[in-house]
């Protein structure tokens, strides 16, 4: 985008910090904020804010490097004692924070960073409101180059507290009374697929009350793999016959729970790359496992 000043700009950009480096809480959208045509003359850069943290970047001439900081107002090389210096990039001279963007980046004690910049495309035009590790399955961003939404996709990659919870409506081709929890939009290819098939729902907790027959509460089922929950819900008489898939790691122990005074035949199938996959004995609590 060509400015007053002659130089070009990059009005908005996308940045993604690799796992492990503590700063994913900051990867998103960052915008350009208008310059005034004074600055612009003089040669000012701009600075660029991600309004859902409130994080910004801006340039410091005196050691010719761009900042990434927390809460901050000044300009790149003032900054007040509350101001939170994140990051910080290699020697620019240039007027274009996209120039900079394939050299090394450095977190504020100055370990070598990984942070991906995207200018163009999915994740700019398309979901900028959104954050890759925030535990949040993000649809525009499941794809391979955001890492399946920073893994918040699938059970065994997602590393927040959310993950998973809620996020199931309908399960067995059945619409569920009360959400359940689990990863139905897990597409990374490196996990595999197993399938749960409910054949009969045995409830033992039945009593009558004023004549008429009460379940005092619904079967729940819960599938976990390697301590990890992947499924979770009530069974319904519904779900009789129907299957469900779920995506787990290959090599992994699985279990599956059943709330105690109930039966669920059911039987578990996996994918033909699933040799290593250890289903445990079905049997929890008054589950059956026929398979």
């Not at 649809?139 to 996709?153: H, K, M, Q, R, S």
């Not at 959310?162 to 929890?181: K, P, Q, Y």
């Not at 009593?207 to 379940?215: A, T």
């Not at 669920?264 to 496992?289: E, K, L, P, Y």
Request: charged content about 25%; aromatic content about 10%; proline content about 3%.
């Amino acid at each position: 985008v060509p400015q007053t000043s002659g130089s070009f700009l990059t009005n908005d950009f996308r940045l993604e910090f690799g796992v492990g480096a503590g700063l994913e809480k900051y990867n998103g959208c960052y915008e350009m904020e208008e310059l005034s045509l004074f600055k612009r003359l003089g040669g000012a850069r701009p600075i660029y804010m991600n309004h859902e943290n409130e994080a910004r970047f801006t340039y410091c001439k005196t050691d010719m490097k761009w900042r990434l900081f927390e809460a901050y107002y000044g300009d790149g090389c003032k900054y007040g004692i509350n101001d939170q210096i994140l990051a910080y990039s290699s020697r620019s001279f240039s007027f274009d924070i996209e120039t900079i963007f394939s050299d090394p980046w450095f977190s504020s004690s100055g370990t070598p960073l990984e942070a991906d910049f995207v200018i163009s495309g999915v994740g700019v035009e398309e979901g900028c409101g959104k954050r890759t590790g925030d535990g949040t399955c993000d649809t525009v961003l499941n794809i391979a180059e955001f890492e399946y939404d920073g893994g918040d996709c699938c059970a065994s990659t997602c590393n927040h507290p959310l993950c998973g919870l809620g996020t199931i409506t309908e399960a067995f081709n059945t619409t569920l009374r009360s959400v359940g929890d689990g990863y139905q939009d897990c597409s990374d290819p490196d996990m595999v697929k197993i399938s749960i098939t409910v054949q009969d729902v045995i409830r033992e907790d039945e009593y009558y009350q004023y004549g008429r027959i009460v379940n005092s509460k619904p079967p729940l089922m819960k599938l976990e793999c390697d301590g990890v929950n992947h499924l979770a819900l009530s069974v319904q008489e519904g779900m009789k016959n129907k299957t469900e898939l779920i995506k787990v790691q290959d090599g992994g122990m699985c279990k599956v729970f059943l709330r105690a005074g109930h039966k669920v035949n059911f039987t578990i199938a996996m994918d033909g790359n699933t040799s290593d996959i250890t289903i445990f004995d079905g049997v929890i609590n008054n589950g059956t496992h026929d398979g």
